[in-house]
């Protein structure tokens, strides 16, 4: 179960399309105050600037700055701050509709012309979104949007830019690692309705379910619907596919582990002062332990996927193919603000259930395996995935293997 502490706020694991900013009464600062430092020193300069400025001041902008400011000045890109505007296309998000490209971005320290710098970085595409269609990969660098260079830039401020009205272009610049080429994109904006479960039923009564985010309210829901109507169907095994999620809400991803895992922890949750709080399986299995499993990861697969990836292989539920998945341990706490904004702060990591830090490290997949550049404008095509999809033909092969061993055993018995 979830610990009440844990239910008094909205826990995000992933990296969204989404910043928060907020406004700030000037009491609270001082009542905050410690010694001859500290705020006192930040509300000396917003009087200085008030009283000397040459220009205009809009008081509601230097409060949002000031907090945009101390969310920065911490280093870490997941604390951040968004304007109610950014807030509010967060919170759409989660309802699964909003106008934009339909890509999720984070900010990650990578070698780039010589340095290692803070890049924004595309976590993953959403499947069969304008930035899907025009070929955006997981791993990709915006280095700028429309003119403006990204370097040091908010997220919510690429956000902002990325994000627009429908059937308007967004020009990007773009560096792939994986071809050393800069790539310039000019993508149509569109409204990004989500539909973040795909299932079906491939040869052989193997079923297929791809869960594309933990962020929706549906997600829990949606994912055992379909794979109740897999069952129904005759399903004697599953793949049940990650690549590309960028992770979400931490009880959904404690109740999609459930799924799979009948009891003893899904995650470990680590507080400041080195806490430990277990979020326990829930007891509500939505297929047999005996029916054999694959899951597909890859660099796009973040958070909370990597919660319910650690769980699966932590207690061999499944067999993980793919590539290595993104690495961010990290749950970020958001707090609304009276104004409409809000502040997303890392509060906690994560370890797998058995204990594993993969902050920063990612998980590695039991079966190592890349998708060739090649296939990757077949795989735009659904329809063309069973056939020429690598990382699927691999899970296929696996659990029919591991179905003529579950019967061989059965035959020796009887």
């Known amino acids: 179960m979830i610990s009440s502490k844990l239910k008094q706020t909205t826990l995000i694991v992933a990296l969204m399309m989404s910043s928060f900013t907020g406004g700030m009464a000037m009491q609270p600062l001082i009542a905050s105050a410690e010694g001859n430092f500290g705020f006192g020193v930040l509300l000396k300069a917003y009087d200085i600037l008030r009283s000397e400025y040459l220009g205009?001041?809009?008081?509601?902008?230097?409060?949002?700055?000031?907090?945009?400011?101390?969310?920065?000045?911490?280093?870490?890109?997941?604390?951040?701050?968004?304007?109610p505007k950014s807030y509010k296309g967060m919170?759409?998000?989660?309802?699964?509709?909003?106008?934009?490209?339909?890509?999720?971005?984070?900010?990650?320290?990578?070698?780039?012309?010589?340095?290692?710098?803070?890049?924004?970085t595309v976590i993953a595409p959403m499947e069969d979104t304008p930035a899907w269609k025009a070929g955006?990969?997981?791993?990709?660098?915006?280095?700028?949007?429309?003119?403006?260079?990204?370097?040091?830039?908010?997220?919510?401020?690429?956000?902002?830019?990325?994000?627009?009205?429908?059937?308007?272009?967004?020009?990007?610049?773009?560096?792939?690692?994986?071809?050393?080429?800069?790539?310039d994109m000019?993508?149509?904006?569109?409204?990004?309705?989500?539909?973040?479960?795909?299932?079906?039923?491939?040869?052989?009564?193997?079923?297929?379910?791809r869960l594309s985010t933990f962020m929706s309210n549906d997600a829990v829901r949606e994912v055992k619907d379909a794979i109740k109507k897999l069952k129904e169907k005759g399903m004697v095994a599953l793949?049940?596919?990650?690549?590309?999620?960028?992770?979400?809400?931490l009880p959904n991803a404690v109740s999609i582990g459930s799924m799979f895992v009948p009891n003893g922890p899904i995650v470990q949750i680590v507080s400041k002062s080195g806490e430990k709080e277990f979020l326990n399986a829930t007891g509500e299995l939505a297929i047999p332990m005996d029916m054999p499993m694959a899951l597909l990861v890859d660099g796009g697969s973040a958070s909370a996927s990597e919660i319910v990836s650690g769980t699966l292989k932590d207690n061999k539920r499944a067999i993980l193919i793919g590539t290595k998945t993104f690495g961010k341990g990290l749950v970020q706490t958001v707090h609304e603000l009276d104004d409409g904004s809000g502040m997303?702060?890392?509060?906690?990591?994560?370890?797998?259930?058995?204990?594993?830090d993969i902050n920063k490290k990612g998980i590695?997949?039991?079966?190592?395996?890349?998708?060739?550049?090649?296939?990757?404008?077949?795989?735009?095509d659904p329809t063309q995935a069973d056939k020429h999809d690598p990382q699927i033909l691999k899970a296929v092969e696996v659990l029919l293997g591991k179905l003529a061993e579950k019967s061989g055993k059965k035959d020796k018995v009887g």
């Open 364 to 380: 590695e997949p039991d079966i190592n395996v890349v998708i060739p550049k090649e296939k990757f404008e077949l795989l735009l």
């Open 136 to 183: 955006m990969k997981s791993g990709d660098i915006i280095l700028q949007i429309e003119d403006k260079s990204t370097e040091d830039m908010a997220i919510d401020q690429a956000i902002g830019l990325i994000k627009g009205q429908k059937g308007t272009n967004v020009k990007l610049k773009v560096f792939r690692e994986s071809t050393k080429k800069i790539l």
């Open 91 to 120: 919170k759409e998000e989660r309802e699964g509709s909003f106008s934009g490209i339909g890509i999720q971005i984070g900010v990650r320290k990578q070698k780039f012309d010589g340095r290692e710098i803070d890049v924004l």
């Open 239 to 249: 793949v049940f596919d990650l690549r590309n999620n960028p992770g979400g809400l």
């Open 344 to 356: 997303a702060i890392t509060t906690n990591k994560y370890l797998t259930s058995k204990g594993t």
């Open 186 to 209: 000019s993508i149509m904006r569109d409204n990004i309705v989500s539909k973040i479960v795909k299932s079906r039923m491939m040869d052989n009564k193997i079923g297929f379910v």
């Open 56 to 83: 205009d001041i809009d008081n509601e902008k230097l409060v949002q700055g000031a907090i945009r400011g101390m969310m920065e000045a911490t280093g870490d890109p997941y604390t951040r701050y968004m304007d």
